[in-house]
Nanobody
Framework: VQLQASGGGSVQAGGSLRLSCAAS????????VGWFRQAPGKERDLVAR????????FYADSVKGRFTISRDNTKNTVYLQMNSLKAEDTAVYYC??????????????????WGKGTLVTVSS
């Protein structure tokens, strides 16, 4: 599995960005997919996750109501729509896949595949 993330950039507080993660080499339907982020000097944290087949979405409290994870299976792409961005959302964002959604430890150590990060900078 190969993942290609894109869509990062610079935006003012209150603005929006949509991140994309194009996947290739998929061989099963029960993957779990997540978006993580890592701010300078901080650990990589889970932002949102969902089943590759759809549903079972989860959001970190810090982004609930502002971010939306979704996927387009016809394009093998996962999205993270980020609205009402805040300065504290500034980080490198990563998409990641795991072999199965349920029973997975949703930490960086639990992920099987990673895309390269894409930088999101929110200025206040």
């Amino acid at each position: 599995v190969q993942l290609q993330a894109s869509g990062g950039g610079s935006v003012q507080a209150g603005g929006s960005l949509r991140l994309s993660c194009a996947a290739s080499g998929l061989t099963r339907s029960n993957y779990g997919v997540g978006w993580f982020r890592q701010a300078p000097g901080k650990e990589r944290d889970l932002v949102a996750r969902m089943r590759w087949s759809g549903g079972s979405t989860f959001y970190a409290d810090s982004v609930k109501g502002r971010f939306t994870i979704s996927r387009d299976n016809t394009k093998n792409t996962v999205y993270l729509q980020m609205n009402s961005l805040k300065a504290e959302d500034t980080a490198v964002y990563y998409c990641a896949f795991t072999y199965t959604y349920f029973g997975t430890t949703w930490s960086p150590e639990g992920m099987a595949y990673w895309g390269k990060g894409t930088l999101v900078t929110v200025s206040s």
